[in-house]
């Protein structure tokens, strides 16, 4: 690893845009992320119709999967860019061959790996849990993809867990504060 970094910005970005454009709540605008969001607009439908729940006494409407996609696709585009830019702070001149690896909820949306090549132009890999962790019995839950972060760290943390103990700065604050250092250089 040559780098690592944050963008500010990700799926509850996406969810607070659509519970905007479509007038529903975060939680609604949620499950249709998940369940009818595509990462890129030609992916999507003009004539498939998605119902919106009302909120508050509103009347359910419905939307298109295309003005679906028209919310998510350029807030995807705004975060790949945010992306670009940390990488650019590395200072890397490389070429990276080894591509980027996308993880998090929102990278389950249908057309976001071809959205990623097109717009970093280097191999893009969906990141899973499961893949990159030696567990044999796991619940089919937590090889989501939206956990990979968290598992992540917490495989972090267990490794380099006695280290910490045996080091002078084994209070736990200390270890702790030094646990999140770590992370986020």
């Known amino acids: 690893?040559?780098?690592t970094g944050i963008?500010?910005?990700?799926?509850?970005?996406?969810?607070?845009?659509?519970?905007?454009?479509?007038?529903?709540?975060?939680?609604?605008?949620?499950?249709?992320?998940?369940?009818?969001g595509k990462a890129r607009i030609d992916l999507a439908s003009n004539d498939e119709e998605i119902v919106v729940k009302g909120v508050r006494e509103r009347k359910?409407?419905?939307?298109?999967?295309?003005?679906?996609?028209?919310v998510i696709e350029p807030r995807i585009v705004e975060?790949?860019?945010?992306?670009?830019?940390?990488?650019?702070k590395s200072d890397y001149k490389g070429n990276?061959?080894?591509?980027?690896?996308?993880?998090?909820?929102?990278?389950?949306?249908?057309?976001?790996?071809s959205l990623a090549k097109d717009i970093?132009?280097?191999?893009?890999?969906?990141?899973s849990s499961i893949n990159d962790f030696n567990i044999d019995k796991i619940e089919m839950e937590i090889k989501d993809p939206k956990y990979s972060t968290a598992i992540g760290l917490v495989k972090y943390a267990g490794r380099e867990f006695n280290r910490y103990m045996e080091s002078d700065?084994?209070?736990?604050?200390?270890?702790?504060?030094?646990?999140?250092?770590?992370?986020?250089?």
């Not at 799926?11 to 992320?33: F, N, R, W």
């Not at 975060?79 to 650019?88: C, H, P, Y």
């Open 1 to 3: 690893m040559l780098h």
């Open 7 to 36: 963008v500010p910005i990700g799926g509850m970005a996406i969810t607070t845009d659509i519970a905007y454009a479509v007038q529903t709540s975060i939680e609604q605008a949620e499950k249709l992320k998940h369940l009818y």
């Open 60 to 70: 359910e409407n419905k939307i298109s999967e295309k003005k679906l996609a028209e």
């Open 79 to 88: 975060i790949f860019k945010l992306v670009n830019i940390e990488i650019e």
């Open 96 to 113: 990276y061959t080894f591509g980027i690896v996308i993880t998090g909820g929102g990278s389950k949306l249908m057309g976001l790996e």
């Open 120 to 127: 970093f132009n280097m191999p893009i890999k969906i990141g």
């Open 169 to 185: 700065t084994n209070s736990l604050i200390k270890i702790i504060k030094n646990f999140f250092k770590k992370i986020i250089q």
